[in-house]
């Protein structure tokens, strides 16, 4: 899906913007001004135009996340053929545009900009949502992990702009179309699937290499058994 259908695919929106917005030195201010513990005891919080410079910096990445978010249909270049080995680096990804979003939310209110505030907020939950639908347990986290980023700054905010439900009404939207109940039970049946293949893979061959990549250490077969059963529990 992800490589057949790119223009019906929010991935391929997301990924470039994703990737951008990862490798940015910027986000170190953006990350400093959210969060008090990554600034040094005498380092002076990030001022709200310095944040603004970095928001305009990265507003193409910003526009395309927005647009992907808005997209029916998405899915992530995950390499599921790898079992037990696959890796999920957008999920990262995820994490730093959701910090992001909830900055400019931030700014937005400083500004008195209601409805531009509830709408970035909007983009984090269209885009976890997104997210969640992989089959594994891993999306289910990210996005309670990506929603709390947000649900910690929306009581300050809404304090501060007092939003009408007018100007709420994109992220109203957004959490009633957020389903973690059918996402949940999608991600187990996924996990199902997965513990399935490792005991195959286990039956068929050596248990070894589903251990060996996190570990050196020289064991005998049954040491592999034994930590192979650990890891697939």
Same mark, same amino acid.
């Given at each position: &899906?992800?490589?057949? *259908?790119?223009?019906?695919?929010?991935?391929?929106?997301?990924?470039?913007?994703?990737?951008?917005?990862?490798?940015?030195?910027?986000?170190?201010?953006? &990350?400093?001004?959210?969060? =008090?513990?990554?600034?040094?005891?005498?380092?002076?919080?990030?001022?709200?135009?310095?944040?603004?410079?970095?928001?305009?910096?990265?507003?193409?990445?910003?526009?395309?996340?927005?647009? +992907?978010?808005?997209?029916?249909?998405?899915?992530?270049?995950?390499?599921?053929?790898?079992?037990?080995?696959?890796?999920?680096?957008?999920? +990262?990804?995820?994490?730093?545009?959701?910090?992001?979003?909830?900055?400019?939310?931030?700014?937005?209110?400083?500004?008195?900009?209601?409805?531009?505030?509830?709408?970035?907020?909007? @983009?984090?939950?269209?885009?976890?949502?997104?997210?969640? *639908?992989? =089959?594994?347990?891993?999306?289910?986290?990210? *996005? &309670?992990?990506?929603?709390?980023?947000?649900?910690?700054?929306?009581?300050?905010?809404?304090?501060?702009?007092?939003?009408?439900?007018?100007?709420?009404?994109?992220?109203? +939207?957004?959490?009633?179309?957020?389903?973690?109940?059918?996402?949940?039970?999608?991600? @187990?049946?996924?996990?199902?699937?997965?513990?399935?293949?490792?005991?195959?893979?286990?039956?068929?061959?050596?248990?070894?290499?589903?251990?060996?990549?996190?570990?050196?250490?020289?064991?005998?077969?049954?040491?592999?058994?034994?930590?192979?059963?650990?890891?697939?529990?």
């Amino acid at each position: &899906v992800y490589k057949r *259908q790119p223009e019906e695919n929010a991935a391929t929106r997301y990924m470039p913007a994703f990737e951008v917005i990862h490798e940015s030195k910027a986000m170190d201010t953006v &990350v400093k001004y959210l969060l =008090p513990a990554e600034r040094s005891r005498d380092e002076p919080r990030p001022t709200v135009e310095e944040v603004e410079a970095v928001l305009a910096e990265l507003s193409p990445e910003i526009e395309a996340i927005e647009q +992907a978010s808005r997209m029916e249909s998405c899915r992530f270049p995950v390499e599921w053929e790898k079992g037990a080995e696959v890796r999920f680096p957008h999920f +990262a990804m995820m994490r730093h545009a959701t910090r992001l979003f909830v900055v400019k939310a931030m700014v937005e209110t400083e500004r008195g900009e209601a409805k531009a505030a509830m709408d970035s907020l909007a @983009v984090i939950i269209r885009m976890t949502n997104h997210g969640a *639908q992989e =089959p594994t347990l891993i999306s289910q986290l990210v *996005q &309670v992990a990506c929603v709390a980023i947000a649900a910690a700054a929306f009581e300050d905010i809404a304090d501060k702009v007092k939003p009408t439900l007018e100007e709420s009404r994109e992220l109203r +939207a957004a959490l009633e179309a957020t389903d973690p109940i059918a996402t949940m039970y999608h991600a @187990v049946q996924g996990e199902r699937a997965m513990g399935l293949w490792a005991f195959n893979y286990a039956r068929k061959k050596s248990w070894k290499p589903l251990w060996a990549p996190i570990s050196d250490e020289p064991m005998q077969e049954d040491f592999w058994l034994t930590k192979a059963l650990s890891l697939i529990h």
